[in-house]
């Protein structure tokens, strides 16, 4: 008698079954494990740049969403204050400017003033507002606060503009010394990143950061030359002075735009290698707390 089973034809969606299994079975399997050391995986930080653009993107997308006037709110922030200062403490206080016009002054330092506070604001809250993220699917933390921070260099171009728009108006012609505020940018956003993880982590534990950091910054903006010349400070004061990073930044931009030379030199280099010792400490309160966010967030 023969054997009908062997004539039964197996269905295509059967074999297609037995196919994919075979296949997730051939697959390297990637177990994903806490990291022991305390310190950022370059390796997994480059394998993961795309991800860093796309929570860039996000974060500019979301900024300004369902906002009337979008974007212009990057330039109408440090325009308003410099307006406030100028009032306040160029024509009332008589605050001296270094010889330039005191608006031009006090713009060239809340350019890169706005930057560093708004990055340090959103760094400090964007892990607690991703918690739903980190509970469900493994990534490099520390590209959360990253990307804020990096998503305010969108903002800081469109308020740069404005600055050297506005220079002309008051005499004053940009040089090529411009590309001088490239390095301190550059000062500002490793102290930004530096300072945002760390309050970042920490905030994720004791929500009282949150409520500190405006506090802190406020103290810090008078902490930094924004509204007068660090030329008021004499030596040795002002060597321990620049112990602010911002001073570097601040002072670093008016000798590249204005042709004010208050030390910006030394002010830089003195600024970076704290903003240095910043960032790693940062980094390694982090990755010191990485394995932790899910469970506290």
């Excluded at 930044?249 to 240095?276: H, K, M, Q, T, Y």
């Amino acid at each position: 008698m023969d054997d009908h089973r062997a004539k039964v034809p197996v269905s295509g969606r059967v074999l297609s079954g037995r196919r994919r299994a075979h296949d997730a079975a051939r697959r390297p399997i990637r177990i994903v494990a806490q990291r022991r050391t305390w310190t950022p995986d370059l390796a997994e930080l480059w394998d993961s740049r795309e991800l860093l653009y796309f929570l860039v993107w996000r974060d500019l997308k979301v900024r300004y969403k369902q906002t009337a006037l979008g974007a212009a709110w990057a330039i109408i922030q440090p325009l308003v204050t410099m307006v406030v200062l100028s009032v306040v403490f160029g024509g009332l206080a008589g605050v001296p400017s270094d010889g330039v016009p005191y608006p031009v002054f006090a713009l060239s330092a809340l350019v890169p003033w706005t930057f560093f506070a708004q990055g340090i604001s959103g760094a400090t809250n964007s892990l607690v507002g991703s918690q739903n993220v980190l509970k469900k699917v493994y990534f490099p933390r520390i590209l959360i606060p990253v990307a804020v921070v990096l998503s305010g260099l969108a903002d800081f171009a469109l308020a740069f503009l404005v600055l050297l728009g506005m220079m002309p108006f008051f005499g004053i012609v940009p040089t090529v010394s411009v590309l001088w505020a490239i390095p301190a940018l550059l000062l500002a956003l490793a102290t930004c990143i530096g300072v945002g993880v760390g309050l970042a982590a920490l905030n994720v534990r004791y929500r009282d950061i949150g409520y500190m950091v405006p506090f802190l910054l406020q103290v810090w903006l008078f902490a930094t030359p924004v509204a007068y010349p660090s030329s008021l400070f004499p030596e040795p004061w002002r060597t321990l002075y620049s112990l602010n990073p911002m001073v570097g930044v601040v002072e670093g931009f008016r000798w590249a735009l204005l042709g004010v030379d208050n030390g910006a030199p030394r002010a830089l280099l003195i600024g970076a290698v704290v903003s240095l010792a910043v960032l790693v400490t940062g980094a390694y309160y982090f990755g010191r707390n990485e394995g932790t966010f899910a469970d506290v967030a």
